[in-house]
């Protein structure tokens, strides 16, 4: 199972490093790790997607919460959260498949971000497991390319 840690830390250089070294060298299974600014340019909202039981989601949260630069931790729950992934994927079109990709593209609120005579490129942001719903619904056409960012993650509610 996949779970979500939230982390606030010091924008410093190497802290990312840091917590990524310290989660591999703990064998933990690392699914996506995603860093950015906050609305304070000091602080860096880090979303690290561990795989495994709750005991290792514990664990890794643990670990993380003692290095120096990390201000704040906290686990991410579904009911109490939202998520949000990034993808572009890159599919070889014929004519008789260009329809059939744009109405799906539409269905699944994605949007065609390039377009040439034998490809197309679609960017799609929602849940991750909408995502997978997409990838899996095109992997009919050929797939070219494809690039997934990791998950970002806020807290719901006040």
Known sequence: MKHTIGVLMENKPGVLSRISTLLARRSFNIDSITAGTTRQPEVTRMTVVVEGDEY?????????????????????TPGESTSREIMLI???????????IIDLAKVMDARIVDVTETTIVLEHADRPDKIDVLVNLLSTYEILDMARGGAIALRTGE
């Open 56 to 76: 290792v989601a514990d664990n890794a949260a643990a670990e993380i919460a003692k290095l120096e630069d990390v201000l704040s931790i906290e686990r991410m």
């Open 90 to 100: 890159k599919l070889r079109v014929e004519g008789k498949d260009r329809s059939g």
